[in-house]
């Protein structure tokens, strides 16, 4: 197992290869694309070249081979070929099948049976869904105490079964429900909060075609994007779990734009193989990661050098200035929770709260409105310390009914005023790693009662602020 306990072990790869961040904190990924090796072509040799350039400039700590792999007979002569391309360079690979994978003798379980016999293939097939090949690779920390990261491999089928549908088949509900179900394993062993992941597959979602066009959008669109007619909710539970920082994908050859869309990464690799179809010159898309920051870089290698660098969530790579950050303050021992001020009346502004007489007061564990409150014409102060985790840009945001602030240190970071409809505001403050005073602020008038408070950085994923961050006043 790549990872200690039984929870994972439905799901992940099951290898003594156990994958973890460099020393310096990185981890870098060579995707290759779209190869159609065909065994008896001449321009085998043209593309192994290409996937060795490729190895040899950038020193991948894995390659992953997203579809159309194999598309010729002899089949199984053909993926051991391609398999033996890796193991000479000692480099371990992984698979997502594509559409043309299986389409003559070979079957799709047979494939992961066969790579299974190299040292060098991490791949496997996974448990009993769609597809073959839906698995997840964790990525260990340096110090491998947690795992920092996840890969997810996943198949995007080939054609539709149902003869009134034309083009290409869709990753499936029961695929959707198993990711959704492994992204929530994960994130309940890193307290709770989303794990920074990439995820793999060879069919471009429809979602793709929305961004086009977008200033964060960089590349080459060469064709249109042929994805699915069914959209089967896959992107829509990426946005809900807040894993997934980037869906990479082949298939195109034409294409190899990267863009965001809903604060999620869509990017089409570079096709590799030299009998593939396609004027774009073969090479591959390169990611790297950093430990625990939910950020990656990205650009395309080739013959000719490296082009298209992009980095997210920035979208185009570019150095951000370094923020001056607010110092911490020195707190001994501090006791979890929150404090709160409960307070009644007609507010209209955060300064009327001032002049109010506190009617309740107590403990709580999170920035939470108590049910035995009154519904309507109040207002709660809570304080607390944050244990921030890292010198970091952090952003903060309220989600409220009606108005709400957030002051960090003396500073309002937020301002969310009263009085309205559920709505989101958010701002940005440099905090140094330690504990910071905390003061959140919200002013309830009539109809919905609704608070949330939470933050993000670029290795934290927005989420609610979660409890073991948050520890008792003095």
């Given at each position: 197992?790549?990872?200690?306990?039984?929870?994972?072990?439905?799901?992940?790869?099951?290898?003594?290869?156990?994958?973890?961040?460099?020393?310096?904190?990185?981890?870098?990924?060579?995707?290759?694309?779209?190869i159609?090796?065909?065994?008896?072509?001449?321009?085998?040799?043209?593309?192994?070249?290409?996937?060795?350039?490729?190895?040899?400039?950038?020193?991948?700590?894995?390659?992953?081979?997203?579809?159309?792999?194999?598309?010729?007979?002899?089949?199984?002569?053909?993926?051991l070929?391609?398999?033996?391309?890796?193991?000479?360079?000692?480099?371990?690979?992984?698979?997502?099948?594509?559409?043309?994978?299986?389409?003559?003798?070979?079957?799709?379980?047979?494939?992961?049976?066969?790579?299974?016999?190299?040292?060098?293939?991490?791949g496997?097939?996974?448990p009993?869904?769609?597809?073959?090949?839906?698995?997840?690779?964790?990525?260990?920390?340096?110090?491998?105490?947690?795992?920092?990261?996840?890969?997810?491999?996943?198949?995007?089928?080939?054609?539709?079964?149902?003869?009134?549908?034309?083009?290409?088949?869709?990753?499936?509900?029961?695929?959707?429900?198993?990711?959704?179900?492994?992204?929530?394993?994960?994130?309940?062993?890193?307290?709770?909060?989303?794990?920074?992941?990439?995820?793999?597959f060879?069919?471009?979602?429809?979602?793709?075609?929305?961004?086009?066009?977008?200033?964060?959008?960089?590349?080459?669109?060469?064709?249109?994007?042929?994805?699915?007619?069914?959209?089967?909710?896959?992107?829509?539970?990426?946005?809900e779990?807040?894993?997934?920082?980037?869906?990479?994908?082949?298939?195109?050859?034409?294409?190899?734009?990267?863009?965001?869309?809903?604060?999620?990464?869509?990017?089409?690799?570079?096709?590799t193989?030299?009998?593939?179809?396609?004027?774009?010159?073969?090479?591959?898309?390169?990611?790297?990661?950093?430990?625990?920051?939910?950020?990656?870089?990205?650009?395309?290698?080739?013959?000719?050098?490296?082009?298209?660098?992009?980095?997210?969530?920035?979208?185009?790579?570019?150095?951000?200035?370094?923020?001056?950050?607010?110092p911490?303050?020195?707190?001994?021992?501090?006791?979890?929770?929150?404090?709160?001020?409960?307070?009644?009346?007609?507010?209209?502004?955060?300064?009327?709260?001032?002049?109010?007489?506190?009617?309740?007061?107590?403990?709580?564990?999170?920035?939470?409105?108590?049910?035995e409150?009154?519904?309507?014409?109040?207002?709660?102060?809570?304080?607390?310390?944050?244990?921030?985790?890292?010198?970091?840009?952090?952003?903060?945001?309220?989600?409220?009914?009606?108005?709400?602030?957030?002051?960090?240190?003396?500073?309002?970071?937020?301002?969310?005023?009263?009085?309205?409809k559920?709505?989101?505001?958010?701002?940005?403050?440099?905090?140094?790693?330690g504990?910071?005073?905390l003061?959140?602020?919200?002013?309830?008038?009539?109809?919905?009662?609704?608070?949330?408070?939470?933050?993000?950085?670029?290795?934290?994923?927005?989420?609610?602020?979660?409890?073991?961050?948050?520890?008792?006043?003095?």
């Amino acid at each position: 197992m790549l990872i200690a306990g039984n929870a994972f072990q439905s799901f992940s790869v099951q290898s003594q290869k156990q994958f973890r961040f460099k020393q310096n904190h990185t981890f870098k990924i060579a995707q290759f694309t779209d190869i159609h090796w065909n065994n008896n072509s001449p321009k085998c040799a043209q593309t192994t070249e290409t996937i060795n350039l490729v190895l040899t400039a950038e020193k991948p700590d894995l390659a992953i081979l997203t579809g159309d792999i194999v598309t010729d007979l002899p089949e199984k002569e053909g993926w051991l070929a391609v398999a033996d391309i890796f193991s000479k360079a000692k480099i371990h690979f992984a698979v997502a099948l594509g559409n043309h994978d299986s389409e003559r003798i070979i079957l799709r379980d047979f494939i992961f049976d066969l790579l299974k016999e190299n040292p060098w293939f991490v791949g496997e097939k996974g448990p009993n869904l769609s597809g073959c090949g839906n698995y997840t690779i964790p990525l260990q920390s340096v110090d491998k105490k947690s795992i920092a990261a996840v890969i997810y491999c996943l198949d995007s089928n080939d054609y539709p079964k149902e003869k009134r549908l034309a083009g290409y088949s869709w990753i499936k509900y029961d695929q959707v429900g198993w990711y959704r179900k492994t992204s929530d394993t994960y994130s309940s062993s890193n307290h709770h909060m989303p794990l920074p992941s990439l995820m793999f597959f060879h069919i471009p979602l429809i979602e793709f075609n929305s961004i086009v066009g977008k200033q964060t959008t960089i590349g080459t669109k060469g064709e249109g994007v042929a994805s699915s007619e069914i959209n089967s909710g896959l992107f829509g539970s990426l946005i809900e779990k807040r894993d997934v920082m980037g869906v990479f994908v082949g298939h195109d050859h034409n294409n190899n734009f990267i863009g965001i869309d809903h604060e999620i990464c869509l990017g089409y690799g570079q096709a590799t193989g030299s009998s593939a179809y396609g004027k774009l010159e073969r090479g591959a898309r390169i990611i790297e990661l950093r430990e625990n920051e939910f950020t990656f870089d990205s650009w395309i290698r080739t013959r000719t050098g490296t082009s298209d660098k992009f980095t997210f969530p920035v979208g185009l790579n570019r150095d951000l200035p370094q923020p001056t950050f607010v110092p911490s303050k020195n707190v001994k021992d501090p006791k979890p929770g929150v404090q709160y001020s409960y307070f009644e009346g007609n507010f209209k502004s955060a300064d009327e709260v001032k002049q109010a007489k506190v009617v309740k007061s107590g403990f709580t564990k999170n920035f939470f409105i108590a049910k035995e409150l009154v519904r309507d014409s109040f207002a709660i102060e809570f304080k607390a310390w944050i244990k921030i985790p890292k010198n970091e840009l952090y952003t903060f945001y309220t989600y409220s009914d009606d108005g709400s602030k957030i002051i960090i240190d003396g500073q309002e970071v937020v301002n969310n005023p009263a009085t309205h409809k559920i709505k989101r505001a958010e701002g940005e403050i440099a905090l140094e790693e330690g504990y910071h005073e905390l003061k959140v602020l919200h002013i309830q008038g009539d109809a919905t009662n609704e608070l949330e408070v939470g933050f993000a950085s670029k290795f934290i994923r927005e989420c609610k602020i979660p409890d073991w961050l948050l520890f008792e006043p003095y």
